[in-house]
């Protein structure tokens, strides 16, 4: 029994970027495609379909099996006069604190998926183009555009985009992934996560009170780490200065005609060694008041406990 009708039924003629394997230009070309809602109170049944135009035959698709209320994407040529192009990069960004137990900080990241697609419309029309867009697995769609359909069954999403005539557009489908690590607390995600949680109103208050008081123990730690790098570095400098003066004076030693410059030499040398005394006794000072630090500061972010995102 096969259902015989002639009726109207909502549909539109528009263009499908799929690339398709056995179709080798699809990978920068769409595909004319006819999309069109079985408004007939039947089933389909899986077959071709002829696609006119003003009385013009423009070509033949397949259609699946259709249930009755079901949409039908059905290509049946491909438009040479549009062209795409796409490119993915990779990020991660949006950080927040997942966990603090026992002194470690658990920070929960969004691992981000961008792909842009450029299409070009050579048309004299303005084209509404389907992009079909293959999903990351546990990914979640950000801020998709209006009108996006997200085919969890097929593992692929239609994302639309008008282009106008002989233009360009740029169209960014942005998939994101929860991931979670460990995080050092004196690293640059970690500052940025526990800021976020004290800028937020939901936060539990004493929580933010207890980050507050450990933060600026963090400051102070980072900030005196800074004054200890400028001196190690100074230091450094200075000894391979005062290496380079010793081996000058070795060099001229025999030398009498060069007094003068063998005391200038000495001077030199006995100044830099002073300065070096000088900056090795701040840097143990510093070193000494780091030690007492980093225990105040694992003190503090010991009695802190935080088991969920607010």
Same mark, same amino acid.
């Given at each position: 029994m096969v259902m015989l009708l002639s009726r109207k039924v909502p549909g539109s003629a528009s263009f499908l970027f799929s690339p398709d394997p056995g179709v080798a230009d699809s990978t920068s070309h769409p595909f004319r495609v006819a999309r069109f809602a079985n408004k007939t109170g039947g089933t389909?049944? %899986?077959?071709?379909?002829?696609?006119?135009?003003?009385? #013009?035959?423009?070509?033949?698709?397949?259609?699946?099996?259709?249930?009755? $209320?079901? @949409?039908? @994407?059905?290509?049946?040529?491909?438009?040479?006069?549009?062209?795409?192009?796409?490119?993915?990069?990779?990020?991660?960004?949006?950080?927040?604190?997942? &966990?603090?137990?026992?002194?470690?900080?658990?920070?929960?990241?969004? #691992?981000?998926?961008?792909t842009k697609y450029k299409i070009r419309n050579g048309t004299e029309k303005v084209a509404?183009?389907?992009? &079909?867009?293959?999903?990351?697995?546990?990914?979640?769609?950000?801020?998709?555009?209006?009108?996006?359909?997200?085919?969890?069954? @097929?593992?692929?999403?239609?994302?639309p985009i008008r282009v106008g005539s002989n233009v360009t557009?740029?169209?960014?489908?942005? /998939? %994101?992934?929860?991931?979670?690590?460990?995080?050092d607390w004196f690293g640059t995600v970690a500052d940025s996560a526990v800021k976020a949680y004290m800028a937020d109103a939901k936060s539990n208050r004493d929580t933010v009170q207890k980050l507050t008081a450990a933060w600026a123990l963090r400051i102070e730690i980072v900030? %005196?780490?800074?004054?200890?790098? &400028?001196?190690?570095?100074?230091?450094?400098?200075?000894? /391979? #200065? $005062?290496?380079? @003066?010793?081996?000058?004076?070795?060099?001229?030693? &025999?030398?009498k005609a060069a007094e003068a410059l063998r005391v200038k030499l000495t001077t030199r040398l006995a100044e830099v060694a002073t300065r070096i005394d000088d900056l090795t006794k701040q840097v143990v000072e510093l070193d000494s008041k780091l030690a007492e630090l980093r225990v105040r500061f694992r003190e503090a972010v010991r009695e802190i406990k935080v088991t969920a995102a607010p």
């Open positions: 389909l049944e %899986r077959g071709p379909i002829a696609v006119f135009e003003d009385g #013009s035959f423009l070509g033949q698709g397949l259609v699946d099996p259709l249930p009755d $209320s079901a @949409t039908a @994407t059905v290509p049946f040529a491909l438009e040479r006069a549009i062209a795409v192009d796409h490119e993915k990069k990779y990020d991660e960004t949006g950080e927040r604190i997942a &966990k603090i137990e026992n002194g470690q900080l658990t920070v929960e990241r969004d #691992s981000v998926s961008l509404s183009v389907l992009v &079909k867009h293959p999903r990351s697995g546990g990914a979640r769609l950000h801020q998709p555009p209006v009108g996006t359909e997200d085919n969890v069954g @097929t593992g692929s999403a239609l994302v557009s740029e169209l960014v489908v942005d /998939e %994101r992934t929860s991931v979670r690590r460990p995080e900030q %005196r780490l800074d004054a200890q790098r &400028k001196l190690t570095g100074e230091r450094s400098e200075l000894t /391979e #200065s $005062s290496e380079e @003066t010793r081996r000058n004076l070795r060099a001229i030693e &025999k030398n």
